[in-house]
């Protein structure tokens, strides 16, 4: 017996196939961003010490992964049907991203007094690194769409442009 299949997408019908295949970034880009959030208020009420802003890093990456995979699985029901353990797992690969979206900026947190940076250079490193992978994964993921490489730049300049918000917060609230 097969487990629940994919809800239809906007465009599709319920029982008809794909009119053609999808590429799916989404996870790895808000996981990115998500991150730079992070990086970026963490400093608010006090320094972190570096092991501590990693593990933040990775810890808000895990929640929200959860709270992702939850929201899936209540959000997006067969009429008549409750989660399956098996539709958990499927959902919980999927949202992965989410997670591992938080480990290049913790890894940059974690290396940064190798490169001689004290706690504030060490918090601009982890965010141009949460940056650079957000702007990164949109345009691999417009690329792998078949979108023209002026779609994939005017997309990877749309996340730089959040990004940049991002680091705009950071630089307001003076760390």
Request: glycine residues 12%; charged residues 15%; proline residues 6%.
């Amino acid at each position: 017996m097969s487990g629940p299949e994919e809800p239809p997408r906007d465009g599709e019908r319920e029982g008809a196939p794909a009119a053609r295949a999808y590429t799916d970034y989404a996870g790895a880009v808000y996981g990115s961003m998500l991150a730079a959030s992070v990086v970026a208020t963490a400093g608010t009420v006090g320094d972190y010490p570096r092991v501590q802003l990693a593990v933040l890093l990775v810890v808000t990456g895990v929640v929200f992964w959860a709270a992702h995979v939850y929201a899936r699985l209540a959000g997006e029901r067969r009429v008549g049907k409750g989660p399956s353990w098996r539709e958990a797992r499927r959902i919980g690969r999927h949202e992965r991203p989410i997670i591992e979206a938080a480990l290049p900026p913790a890894a940059a947190v974690l290396i940064s007094p190798l490169l001689g940076l004290g706690l504030t250079g060490t918090s601009w490193l982890a965010l141009g690194v949460a940056v650079a992978q957000q702007v990164g994964w949109a345009f691999v993921g417009a690329v792998r769409a078949g979108a023209s490489r002026r779609q994939a730049a005017i997309e990877g300049l749309a996340n730089l442009v959040l990004g940049l918000i991002i680091v705009a917060a950071k630089a307001a609230l003076g760390h």
